[in-house]
Structure formats: structure tokens, C-alpha cells
């Protein structure tokens, strides 16, 4: 085997922008399928993402990492998500079309890269047979970019700037000593926000209109309403679209927890051909935003079981998918997800398992359910005439959050949290058996 390795290869798309990626391929093998993975952090740093280029090549597979337009060394302007349906259809049937590819291509990548295999699906390229996706969402509107209709400030303030604006403002043409100036400034600006968090008004945020412009962070302000540019970009709308099997991987401790299941339960019910119907893998373990997943998240250790080997994982399912090898004994069932506590694997057929009974509960209290001694409780019957729970929110003294699904994810204490007046709590009586929570969990409240 001799490795090749083309760096900045150029690939047209429709509209005459050029894209760079880089290919890593055996020289002395025939075509092969191509594994491509598309990004806008960088593909240098992205060469190692979710598994080694050199391990797939010598599985037989050549392997491409692209500059999303408008980033690293390829052309245009970065609009991110839109600009990925048309983008990664010229790109995939680009690497179907090399005299090193045997015509059939697989998607792969976690996060933003993991949503660029689903944007290209849902255009649906001939060449593309398979993807893998990872701690990626569903809809980029609600869930990623908005929470329950409120912006998603904490992550999206620091992903634009630490991800996005500063690596274009790099590539713009501005000289060393300035970006490093801008540079500095824009983490000094962004601690101070998470310090204070005093982030008003939005709309004028000098961080994104001066220090390092995004001018599509703003775009996002303006449009906090579903419209049709933001379903464009809405897999599970636009699941019938998609020809292509799927592994999607997700994380309990994930900020995009929701969008593995959404997506796998889209396509399951709507997609386009039997084999992408029949074809969707979900796998839900106790992990955080990262890979390689590991078994200690925060402050929890939840076992040997939770320590996966995803690369290898992943490698099986594309031999599975583009070589038409045995299927992994691990992929069998549709649905595996790991149920924390007992630190376990279970299978299912759907999502959720079909043994789940929806429960509800609801909040009940005495107008006083204020930290960690109040009265809040969590009951099967409803409540009557009882008071409402109130607290004083003050806006330079927001409430953090510790752990979760958030910029420091993972299991965590929550007692410095709870403690707090401007906290409502709502707490159960212990069951008398073990009880399995498992499936998606929904408020439903009512704010003046």
C-alpha cells in the first residue's frame, strides 16, 4: 500500500465557487469508495474527526475532508447550513466522478460536520449510499439555533466566535498584527459577556458587528419564526428526500440530545426509498459533545459499557453499507441507547421503545416553591385553586447552568443551583420500585 495524500484539490461547484479539499487515498489500489467529510473548522484540524483517514485507507477506502465554502482555503462566502444542500451534492458527485472512486460515496462528521452528510441527503445524490452522523441536530431553527423559541445565547455567542467569525476574519486579508488585535479582543469580549451576562441589546453585539463580523449571527435574530429558508434546512421535514441509510449517534449529555431520534423517526416514517426507511440506526449513549466518547461525563462514571470504540463502530458501518459486508451484530436492532443508572445497553425497535407508557406529572405547590426548601411538588393528580410560584429575575444576575447538555456538559451537583430564590423547584416523593425513564420529556407551562 502506498498512501497518497493531494492537499487543496479543487472542486467546482454549480455556481463556479471553488472548494479545496484534501484526499487521502491508496496509489496502488483501484477505485474505491470515497468517505468524505466536509467542515468549516478547518480540515487540517478535522483530519482526525471521529476516525483516522489512514485507518479507513487501509480498509479499503479513499477518504476526502473539505473547507465548507466561504472557510479555510476554499472560496465564497460562509452562510452556514443553506449554502450545505447544493454544496455537498456537487461534492459528492464530484468524488463519485475521480478515477480513484468506484462511484459510490459515504458521508460522515459530528456536529456541524455532522449535519453537512444530512444536508447533502436531503438533496439526494445518486452517488451517496450511506451516512454517519454525530452529536448533530435536526432542525436548525429550533433546537440549535433557538430553544423553545428563546435564541440559544450561551452556545451560539460562543460557537460563532470561537469556531466561525474569527477563522474568517483570519482568511480575509487583514494583516497578522490585526487579526491577533481582534483576536484578543474578541475572547476578552466574550468572557466579559459570560462573566456578566449582560448580552443587551443583541442586535448591536460590537463583538459580531465590529471585532469579528457574522453578519448571519444577526440574521438569525432576525428571523426567530419558521420560514422557508429555515424548513430548507429542516431534516426531519425534509426526510422525504432522503435515499440513503443512516447511523445517527447521540449523547444524553448532548446540547443536540434531540436530534438524533427526531431524525431517526422522520426518515423511518417518510423517507424516500424502502432502503432509507429500513435502513436508520440509532445509538443514544450517556455522552457529551465529543469525540471519542467517554465513559466519565462531569462528575459521573458510568462504566465500562459506556467506554464505545465509535471509530471502529463506524468503519463496520460503512464495510456494511458501501462493501455490502456483514452487518455488525452491534447494528442489528434499530434503536440501542444506554439507560444511566443501571450503566446498561438496551435494543429497540422504534423510538421509544414500544414498552413506554407516556406519564405525566404535574407541578403543585403553595406559592412558595423558591430553592431548595420550598414547596414545590411533582404529582400525578393536578392541582386545584392553588397560588402561583413566583421569583425576581434579575438580568446581570442570571441563573447558570451546571452541566446538563450545556458549554460544560455532563452530570453534575445541582445543589448550588437549587438553592437560589430565583429558582423554582419541584420534587417527587421516591417510587417504591425502580422505575425506567426512557424517551423524550416535555413541560408544558404557563408564564405571565
Not at 467529510?37 to 479499503?60: C, I, N
Not at 438496551?346 to 421509544?352: A, G, I, K, M, Q
Request: hydrophobic share 40%; with cysteine; net charge negative.
Amino acid at each position: 500500500m502506498t498512501i497518497l495524500f493531494d492537499r487543496d484539490v479543487p472542486v467546482s461547484m454549480r455556481d463556479g465557487t471553488v472548494l479545496r479539499a484534501d484526499v487521502v487515498r491508496d496509489g496502488q489500489a483501484g477505485p474505491a469508495p470515497a468517505l468524505l467529510l466536509r467542515t468549516p473548522y478547518l480540515k487540517e484540524g478535522a483530519f482526525g474527526s471521529v476516525f483516522a483517514p489512514f485507518d479507513a485507507v487501509a480498509r479499503g477506502y479513499a477518504v476526502v475532508i473539505q473547507d465548507c465554502r466561504g472557510t479555510g482555503e476554499s472560496e465564497g462566502e460562509l452562510h452556514p447550513f443553506l449554502q450545505e444542500v447544493d454544496d455537498g451534492y456537487d461534492t459528492v458527485e464530484w468524488c463519485a466522478a475521480q478515477e480513484w472512486c468506484d462511484g459510490r460515496v459515504g458521508m460522515y462528521g459530528m456536529s456541524y460536520m455532522g449535519a453537512t452528510p444530512w444536508l447533502a441527503a436531503i438533496a439526494a445524490p445518486p452517488s451517496l449510499r450511506a451516512i454517519a452522523t454525530f452529536m448533530t441536530g435536526s432542525d436548525f431553527l429550533e433546537g440549535w439555533t433557538y430553544e423553545g423559541g428563546a435564541f440559544h445565547l450561551g452556545f451560539n455567542t460562543g460557537w460563532v466566535a470561537a469556531n466561525l467569525s474569527l477563522r474568517v476574519l483570519e482568511r480575509s486579508g487583514v494583516d497578522r498584527a490585526e487579526y491577533e488585535a481582534r483576536e484578543v479582543e474578541a475572547m476578552r469580549a466574550l468572557a466579559r459577556l459570560r462573566a456578566t451576562g449582560s448580552f443587551t441589546p443583541l442586535d448591536q453585539l460590537p463583538l459580531y458587528r465590529e471585532v469579528a463580523p457574522a453578519p448571519y449571527y444577526f440574521d438569525w435574530l432576525a428571523r426567530p419564526d419558521r420560514d422557508e429558508e429555515w424548513e430548507a434546512v429542516n431534516i426531519a421535514a425534509q426526510a422525504h428526500h432522503v435515499e440513503v441509510p443512516a447511523l445517527g449517534v447521540g449523547g444524553w449529555y448532548d446540547l443536540f440530545a434531540g436530534g438524533p431520534p427526531q431524525t431517526f423517526n422522520a426518515v423511518r416514517e417518510r423517507g424516500a426509498t424502502e432502503a432509507a426507511r429500513d435502513g436508520q440506526r440509532l445509538l443514544m449513549g450517556p455522552w457529551n459533545h465529543s469525540l471519542p466518547a467517554l465513559r466519565t461525563i462531569g462528575a459521573v462514571d458510568f462504566g465500562p459499557e459506556a467506554d464505545v470504540d465509535l471509530a471502529e463502530r463506524t468503519l463496520r458501518w460503512f464495510d456494511w453499507q458501501l462493501f455490502d459486508r456483514d452487518p455488525p451484530a452491534e447494528l442489528g436492532a434499530p434503536v440501542r441507547y444506554f439507560t444511566m443508572g443501571p450503566n446498561s445497553w438496551r435494543e429497540s425497535d422504534s423510538w421509544p421503545p414500544p414498552e413506554a407508557t407516556p406519564t405525566s406529572f404535574f407541578l403543585r405547590g403553595g406559592g412558595a416553591a423558591n430553592g431548595a426548601g420550598g414547596d414545590g411538588r411533582l404529582e400525578r393528580e393536578p392541582g386545584g385553586d392553588e397560588p402561583p410560584d413566583e421569583f425576581l429575575y434579575h438580568p446581570l444576575r442570571p441563573v447558570p447552568t451546571v452541566g446538563g447538555g450545556g458549554r460544560v456538559d455532563g452530570a453534575f451537583d445541582q445543589r448550588r443551583v437549587e438553592e437560589r430564590q430565583d429558582v423554582l423547584g419541584y420534587d417527587k416523593a421516591p417510587h417504591a420500585e425502580p422505575r425506567e425513564v426512557s424517551g423524550p420529556l416535555t413541560v408544558e407551562l404557563h408564564v405571565a
